[in-house]
């Protein structure tokens, strides 16, 4: 018996060693293949889109690199549809997400956070005619969003039951579905909707209500804590610098808020 405990001690020594090895495999397998693997939206302006040289630019892409060259890795961008962008990080297609990604307690129950880097406001627009104010409003209308989005989730827990919430594939098939009049209301990015604007120049969108001020964070698979940190400190050397900021800027047209350009976890 009297053996049982440094046994047990042991084996607990033991079990935790593998857990920390576990934990930091995922940082120290990027490290010897040199390479960060980056899922990043291609359909999502001003985040991600592909340019006419087919090349990707957006807020999301300038982040993504600049987290690569941070740690020192060389960013390999891999373009990822926004329903399944999650499938693709926890299958472990990509190392990390960085794809106008929101953070909610579902969310967090299935992969981990960075801190924020750029915001986000989730809302309802759509045509000067119909009139919104709020969820309660939204009864008996019908209003676009891309499937498994942040406002299709939150729209999905507000909006009355009557509601009809028309779900597409990618953000290319909303906006083209507000554009060709398929739907008078849509849920989305407030820069987003602003962009739309452009493409609609006679039925500009018009903002009905925020469904929630947001944040887009870095995503990253469940106990990679290693990893983490090394993004994180990415940042926040970014934050201070400013040079985070100035991809904001460049891109939203805002800065960051002072609240979050001194958040650093």
Request: proline content about 4%; overall charge positive.
């Amino acid at each position: 018996m009297k053996f049982i405990k440094p046994l047990l001690a042991a084996s607990f020594t033991v079990m935790s060693a593998v857990a920390l090895q576990a934990h930091a495999d995922a940082l120290a397998d990027v490290q010897k293949s040199g390479v960060l693997r980056i899922g990043v939206p291609q359909d999502f302006a001003p985040f991600g889109s592909v340019n006419s040289d087919l090349k990707l630019q957006g807020l999301d892409i300038d982040v993504a690199n600049l987290v690569a060259k941070g740690m020192g890795l060389k960013a390999q961008l891999v373009p990822v549809p926004t329903a399944s962008r999650i499938a693709y990080l926890q299958t472990h297609k990509i190392d990390l997400l960085i794809s106008t990604l929101g953070k909610n307690a579902e969310r967090e129950k299935v992969i981990d956070f960075s801190q924020g880097y750029a915001p986000y406001n989730n809302s309802v627009f759509g045509v000067a005619a119909i009139k919104v104010a709020n969820a309660a409003d939204m009864g008996g209308k019908t209003v676009g969003v891309a499937r498994s989005t942040f406002e299709d989730l939150m729209l999905t827990d507000t909006v009355p039951k009557n509601t009809i919430i028309k779900r597409y594939e990618d953000n290319n098939s909303l906006i083209s579905a507000y554009v060709s009049g398929q739907v008078q209301l849509v849920g989305t990015g407030d820069f987003v909707a602003y962009s739309l604007g452009e493409k609609a120049p006679d039925n500009k969108p018009v903002l009905k209500y925020v469904i929630n001020v947001s944040t887009c964070y870095v995503g990253l698979n469940k106990d990679e804590p290693a990893l983490k940190n090394k993004v994180n400190a990415a940042l926040t050397a970014a934050k201070k610098d400013g040079e985070l900021n100035t991809i904001v800027k460049k891109w939203l047209n805002v800065p960051m808020s002072e609240k979050l350009a001194t958040t650093f976890e």
